[in-house]
């Protein structure tokens, strides 16, 4: 992964200084594990992290920060929708499997 090589502006510098090493690899615009560094980013956002010292400590641009940033709310209910299929596929097979046990191990 690449590593921030230029000059930050001092409120970036200050934000980046405060990252460990972890979150400062996990951020960057080459992690290929986007809805790692997604999550990371907003939860920076969270913090209180603008867009411009994200875009600068990330090496993305801002609009692409604001998109997904934003989106969050939309991709947690579609997680969530997700995981409740999930679970309601687990009970009936698990239903199921009951059934099929014998009484007297």
């Known amino acids: 992964m690449e590593k921030v090589k230029r000059k930050l502006s001092p409120k970036a510098q200050e934000a980046w200084d405060r990252l460990d090493g ?10 290929p594990f986007r809805w790692q560094r997604n999550k990371r980013i907003r ?32 991709m947690t209910e579609d997680q969530k929708q997700e995981i409740a299929k999930l679970v309601e596929t687990f009970e009936a097979l698990l239903h199921m499997h009951m059934y099929t046990l014998p009484l007297n191990p």
């Open 22 to 31: 972890k979150t400062r690899k996990e951020i960057q615009k080459y992690n």
């Open 43 to 74: 939860e920076l956002k969270l913090q209180g992290v603008t867009f411009e010292v994200l875009a600068e400590i990330t090496g993305m641009n801002r609009a692409s920060i604001y998109r997904f940033v934003k989106k969050k709310s939309l």
